[in-house]
């Protein structure tokens, strides 16, 4: 499965909002991986993108059909799963920040330890995957948590 770039799923972004009314987002940041272009070449940097891809890929599976995976389309090192929050709303129509958290947590789950090790091959030093979430809703919405994972 080719990963869209942010750009590819933005009409499908758009839809989901207007629809059904709400949206969250789980980004996953792998800002590490420009340090090991800039120190080891575009070579390694490409062979350990084309390593990530499936790892991120497994993780999407861990989400519903309807969410969404894309790429950043500039560096390519940041992920984000837009999470259709329609059907996932509480009796009272609200989706909580800990629920979002707890979807962040199975991304963390699938993707954290196996990424760090890969970037870790070429830092040499501890190496941490960011992983925060932010929720989205025509009505209102609420600042991102932050989450970090090492």
Do not use: H, N
């Not at 792998?30 to 890929?57: C, K, N």
């Not at 497994?58 to 389309?73: T, W």
């Not at 199975?106 to 932010?134: F, G, H, M």
Request: proline share 4%; hydrophobic share 35%.
């Amino acid at each position: 499965m080719s990963i869209p770039t942010f750009r590819e799923v933005e009409d499908r972004v758009g839809q989901i909002l207007r629809s059904r009314g709400g949206l969250g987002a789980i980004l996953v940041d792998l800002t590490p991986l420009a340090r090991i272009e800039r120190r080891f070449g575009a070579a390694i940097y490409e062979s350990l993108r084309s390593q990530i891809d499936p790892v991120m890929v497994e993780m999407r599976a861990r989400f519903r059909d309807g969410d969404l995976l894309a790429r950043d389309e500039r560096e390519g090192d940041r992920f984000l799963v837009f999470v259709d929050l329609g059907d996932r709303r509480k009796p009272d129509g609200q989706f909580s920040v800990s629920d979002l958290s707890k979807l962040a947590d199975r991304a963390e789950e699938a993707v954290a330890p196996r990424l760090a090790r890969l970037i870790q091959t070429y830092t040499r030093e501890r190496t941490s995957v960011l992983v925060d979430t932010a929720r989205s809703s025509t009505a209102r919405s609420r600042a991102p948590s932050d989450r970090s994972c090492g």
